[in-house]
């Protein structure tokens, strides 16, 4: 009878922790190298390290629900890994959507970490699986960095229209906020450049409300773009947030469709050097080396 009720509760166990799964990327992003690493240095109000869901009702929802938002998997399992063994995996499906969120025509699963300041580095890796969806005219952010409060995203990276050549062209575009600069989208990544491959992003940032700013973003050791100047308004702090945010889901007729995307890779430090890319090929030196023409 011991064991039957021993086997029972081990069931159990397996159970809560496999519906979990948002529960166990919240505590082992913090230490699992294989995916973070040198955010021990990113410091939100004397806590460290503290990663974050962007809403925090998906914590408080029904677990059973929404099991298949956010992963850890494994390469073993035959899952997209950019370096080691395991990756993140977000999904969004039609109607993920808590709290404010859902009251603002918005579905969404990103992680966040604070706070990002004065001058430092920091990259992350993105997968794409060959069938991702473009949903335009839903806006589909995959990457931000936003201050903590009300004010637009100082860099928002998106999946988006392209509306030069007027296509649903989608790809991997920059927006920086109209308030420190033109506002104008910057494409990075054509869609068929995104799909079933790992794309390297790499970021050397100074925030300052002063114009000695500036905004670099490397693709695949390639610098593509440059901002100068101002990087947030005063007293803006910079949070940094990964993942899929779809917003005014309601252009759409009907329900959009289910979207994937890996990420791993994700480093921060004060200097190219401690960032270590030498194991994603790249060498700071060159990296450091190159300008916009």
């Not at 808590?98 to 997968?127: P, Q």
């Not at 949903?135 to 995203?153: L, S």
């Not at 050549?165 to 068929?192: C, F, M, N, R």
Request: hydrophobic letters at 35%; glycine letters at 6%; charged letters at 30%.
């Amino acid at each position: 009878m011991r064991k039957i009720l021993g086997i029972l509760f081990f069931s159990l166990l397996i159970c809560n922790y496999s519906f979990a799964e948002a529960e166990k990327v919240l505590k082992e992003i913090k230490k699992n190298k294989d995916i973070a690493r040198g955010f021990n240095k990113v410091d939100e109000y004397g806590q460290k390290n503290k990663w974050r869901v962007v809403n925090k009702k998906i914590l408080k929802s029904d677990k059973n629900k929404r099991k298949h938002i956010l992963k850890i998997v494994d390469k073993s399992k035959g899952y997209p890994v950019r370096l080691g063994n395991q990756s993140i995996r977000f999904e969004v499906r039609a109607g993920d959507s808590w709290g404010w969120d859902s009251r603002n025509d918005r579905e969404r699963v990103e992680l966040i970490i604070c706070c990002f300041n004065k001058t430092h580095w920091n990259a992350w890796s993105i997968y794409l699986p060959e069938d991702f969806p473009i949903i335009f005219p839903t806006k589909v952010a995959m990457g931000q960095f936003h201050n903590d409060g009300d004010n637009p995203p100082e860099f928002m990276f998106q999946n988006q229209y392209d509306k030069y050549s007027k296509s649903k062209a989608g790809g991997y575009w920059v927006t920086p906020a109209e308030s420190i600069s033109d506002h104008i989208s910057k494409k990075l990544l054509d869609q068929k450049d995104m799909l079933g491959k790992w794309n390297d992003i790499l970021i050397n940032a100074k925030w300052t409300h002063k114009e000695n700013g500036f905004f670099k973003i490397w693709i695949n050791g390639k610098l593509l773009y440059e901002h100068k100047g101002k990087t947030l308004l005063k007293g803006d702090v910079i949070e940094h947030q990964l993942g899929i945010y779809r917003s005014f889901v309601s252009r759409t007729a009907g329900s959009d469709p289910t979207q994937i995307a890996y990420y791993d890779e994700l480093r921060y430090a004060r200097s190219c050097k401690k960032l270590k890319l030498k194991d994603l090929g790249y060498s700071c030196k060159e990296i450091e080396g190159q300008s916009i023409k």
